[in-house]
């Protein structure tokens, strides 16, 4: 009796020991690798709260990595080496193609939440009729925000000209106050005067993106095109911007357009964001406008699509990566970022409805897209935008190089990518 006492109970222990060790229900682990923004890192600690809620049996570990080029060279790097985390964070449009999805990529069409996700973002996360990514938060915009506090107290309001938002900047800056801040320590804010001007870009020029693509339209030779670069100088050679532009970064211009230490900056609407994480007492000071062109009657938005998450094809879970795709592609994936992230513009699946308490800057938005005065950046008209792109701007905005030559050297930075991606007539 002892004896079998004695067996039984070593079969319940060892049994017991089996089950709290985990290894006859190994938990899963998946690694997902984001840019260190506030608003994408929130984003992405909520989306791996809401998930792990749901699935208790899988963590999911949040990884930084930094933004702009350097950034692009750790996600590069890492596909290219096989050490990429199981899901990851990056840009839709044309910066995915320099990825090649086809050969590094999972291909994702077959998840159940591409359904109800807009036709127009997987397009811009496809390649060979394959899609590969799913939506990271809302639709956004290129322009400038602005502090309404300043404009009220100078008595300025929003301009639909690019005329009209120089004479504020000069009025700003005979109140003593920064007028443009800028922040190129982080190199890829310097870019938005040029990239959130094609609107205009296209309002003058309607083929420019087909043209550009096939070879046969320069940003040196376009009018139209030379004029982002012109107003990147103008800006600084009138004396508009912060004394520490070159070492401001983009936590820095949140917190001036905020606190009314700048009257204005320019920026992607994702910094909404990052805005209510660190400044949510100031939000209903924050607004928003179109960067204004030469036409006040046809004054409209350049509209971003989000970034993507997406699969490289050497995770070690690609069932669970999926199921984690699947459901930031979701409508509770959607409100999971929104709740945390507020929003950045329209979302982009069906089901996720905007909030009644949307942000002052968000409101500013809307009526561009209510009349339909909007166009797709670029970088989501064609596949080709030159890598170099940020390092151009901020030579541009410092002072260093002249629009012109800026204008050229860029064309040739977009000669070399659109020759390294194969595209026809290069």
């Not at 459901?327 to 979302?347: E, L, R």
């Amino acid at each position: 009796m002892t004896l079998r006492m004695k067996t039984k109970m070593t079969t319940v222990t060892a049994l017991t020991a089996l089950l709290l060790s985990g290894t006859a229900f190994a938990d899963t682990t998946l690694s997902f690798l984001v840019d260190n923004n506030a608003d994408s890192v929130a984003a992405a600690e909520a989306l791996a709260t809401a998930y792990s809620e749901k699935h208790p049996d899988v963590t999911v570990e949040v990884e930084q990595r930094p933004g702009g080029g350097e950034g692009d060279n750790i996600v590069k790097t890492r596909l290219a080496t096989g050490e990429m985390t199981d899901v990851f964070l990056y840009n839709s449009g044309s910066l995915l193609q320099a990825l090649k999805p086809e050969t590094s990529l999972l291909d994702l069409s077959d998840l159940s939440s591409q359904g109800k996700i807009a036709d127009g973002f997987k397009s811009v996360v496809s390649a060979d009729g394959k899609v590969y990514g799913v939506p990271y938060g809302t639709t956004m915009a290129g322009g400038i925000f602005y502090n309404k506090k300043i404009y009220s107290e100078i008595g300025l309001t929003p301009p639909k000209t690019w005329a009209e938002f120089m004479a504020n900047n000069e009025k700003v800056k005979a109140a003593g106050k920064v007028a443009v801040a800028q922040t190129y320590r982080d190199t890829w804010t310097s870019q938005l005067f040029v990239l959130a001007d094609y609107y205009n870009l296209q309002a003058q020029v309607p083929n420019f993106a087909a043209d550009y693509t096939a070879n046969k339209a320069k940003y040196a030779t376009t009018p139209a095109a030379v004029k982002g670069f012109e107003r990147l100088q103008e800006v600084h050679d009138k004396g508009l911007l912060n004394e520490d532009f070159g070492a401001g970064t983009y936590d820095d211009g949140l917190r001036m357009v905020a606190t009314g230490e700048a009257a204005h900056y320019p920026m992607l609407s994702f910094a909404i964001g990052a805005l209510k994480q660190n400044y949510p007492d100031e939000m209903a000071d924050v607004g928003f406008f179109a960067q204004p062109g030469d036409d006040a009657a046809n004054n409209g938005l350049t509209v971003w699509m989000p970034p993507a998450v997406y699969i490289p094809k050497t995770t070690a879970n690609v069932e669970e990566a999926k199921k984690f795709a699947d459901f930031v592609g979701s409508v509770d994936g959607c409100k999971a970022i929104m709740a945390v992230n507020t929003v950045q513009g329209p979302p982009l699946i069906d089901g996720c409805d905007l909030p009644a308490d949307v942000p002052a800057a968000i409101t500013d938005m809307l009526p561009y897209f209510k009349e339909g005065k909007t166009a797709p950046a670029l970088e989501f008209l064609s596949p080709i935008k030159g890598p170099a792109l940020e390092q151009i701007t901020v030579e541009v905005g410092s002072g260093m190089r002249p629009a012109a030559e800026a204008a050229a050297l860029y064309d040739e930075d977009v000669r070399k990518q659109a020759k390294q991606l194969g595209i026809p007539s290069w």
